[in-house]
Every structure is written in structure tokens, then in C-alpha cells.
């Protein structure tokens, strides 16, 4: 039996800005399995969204490679090829407001990417509708609903409908719950997993926040000034962080008896050493 390919590999990933003054990505490599779920944490400015940009195509690597399913895509490859990522891999944003056209029903959107992904016959096109619908608990008067109608977790909530339209088998999903109330975050971190369970997406979970990634991504790397600092499983990770920077992050993260202070006095003290 051959090994099945993981759904997405790269391999030594450089996005540089400004003529090179500006190193976003240094040589960063990793992979996610089929059906896998890998988080990308840092600081802001770390490279976490250049990094999603790259996976998706919204840009282009200065050098690297990007392989899905084990076929590699570049700057060189067919039309057919990047039709096919364009269908493999969708991107959920921060803030789908916007992404939404606020003249747009929820049905409407949702109706625009099965048009375009999919070639469904007029009675299995409105069965999706409703399957995808329910898949990320909306019901009929959300498809009605213009954007402004609904609550920001229900814009989430569209927007991965919309993604999961497209049936990819990887969602890259970049500060998708930063801007959501603690507790509407569960809710979509939970929709995520069940998704991922019943649908077999592979997930890439870009965030600044360790806590959040923890529920939702098997594996993660660690990105600190455009490269990768420490990687694993999420769970040994976060119970052994090996990186000062790691441990920084973690403590960066407010609980009880937290001090604001001491995190402040910590972080300089690491950037000095950097
Ligand atoms: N289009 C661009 N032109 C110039 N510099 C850029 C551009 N995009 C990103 N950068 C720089 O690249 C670095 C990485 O940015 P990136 O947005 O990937 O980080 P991030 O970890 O996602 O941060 P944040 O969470 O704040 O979005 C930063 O120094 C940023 O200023």
C-alpha cells in the first residue's frame, strides 16, 4: 500500500516585502494530513497571515515549494491546476463582513459558490443548500437575511458555509473567531471540530491566541519574526513548551492571578536576548 500524500506540504516557504528588507515568511515547512488540523500561532506581525495568503494563492512565494496531495503548484502551473487548489482549499477570514456582499442573501452566497464549484442538478442544488445550512446550525430565515441581519457569530457561521460549498478538502481559517465574544468563539471552535469529524476537512487554524488553537488543531507550529520556533502536537506543545518564546505566548494568555507587568517585563527581557 503507498503512503496517502498529506493534503498540503510546504517546504521552505520565503515571502519577502520591501526588496527584501522585509522578511514576512523565513524558509517555514510543514505539512497537514488528510482530514488533520494544524494551528499557526505567533505574535501579530509574526507571518501567520502571509503564511495563509501563501497556502491559498492570494500570494506568490519568493522561493519554496507548496504541494497538495502531493502535487506541487506554482507560479508555472496550469490553469487546471490552480482551478483545482482554488476548489481544494478555502479561506475563512477574520471578519466576514467583509467578505459578504451586503447586498447578498445568506442563500444567495452560498448559491454563488455551489454555481461555481459544483455542477448540480436544480433539485440536489437546494438539498446542499439546506445540507450546508444545517451543517453550521442556520435555518431558512438566516437564508433569507441580508449580512446586516445577523449577529457576527452567524457571519462566521456563513462564511464557512460558503467555504464548505466549494467541498475543499482544507479550510484555512485566519483570526476566524478574534473578533467574536468568548463564548460565541466555543460555539464556532465546536462547529469547526464537528465539521471536521463529519466531513473529513483538513483544517489550517491561524491565531495569535494558544488557548483557542488548543481546541481545534491536533498539531501546531509556533512562528515568531517570519520563521518556525518550535512545532508537535498541540497537547505536548502547550504542557511542555520548549521555546521561551512558547512560553511566553502561553503566559501572555490571562487567568487568574495574572500579571500584566510581569508578562510586559518578560517579553522585553526575551526580545533583548533575540
Ligand atoms: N503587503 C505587504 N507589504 C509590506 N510588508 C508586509 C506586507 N504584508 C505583510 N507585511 C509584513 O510582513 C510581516 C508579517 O506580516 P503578517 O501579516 O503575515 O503577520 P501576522 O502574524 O499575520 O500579523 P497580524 O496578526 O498582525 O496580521 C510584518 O512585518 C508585516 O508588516
Redesign the pocket.
Known sequence: MTAQHPVTRVEKLR?T??HGK????NDISFEVPVGGSLGIV????????????LIVGL?EPDSGRIFFDGQEIGTGSSRKLRRQRARTVQLVFQDPYQSLDPRQTVGGAIDEVLRLHTELSTSAFAKRRAELLEQVGLGVREAAALPRELSGGQRQRVAIARALAANPRLLVL??AVAALDVSIQAQILNLLSEIRRETGVALVF?S?DLEVVRWVADDVVV?F??SIIESGPTAEVLQRPEHPYTRLLLSSVPRLGWDPAQVSQARREFLATQ
Open positions: 515571502r516585502y520591501d522585509v522578511v514576512a515568511v505567533g505574535e501579530s506581525g509574526s507571518g501567520k497571515t502571509t503564511t495563509a495568503k500570494e485566519d483570526e491561524v495569535h512562528m519574526r517570519g
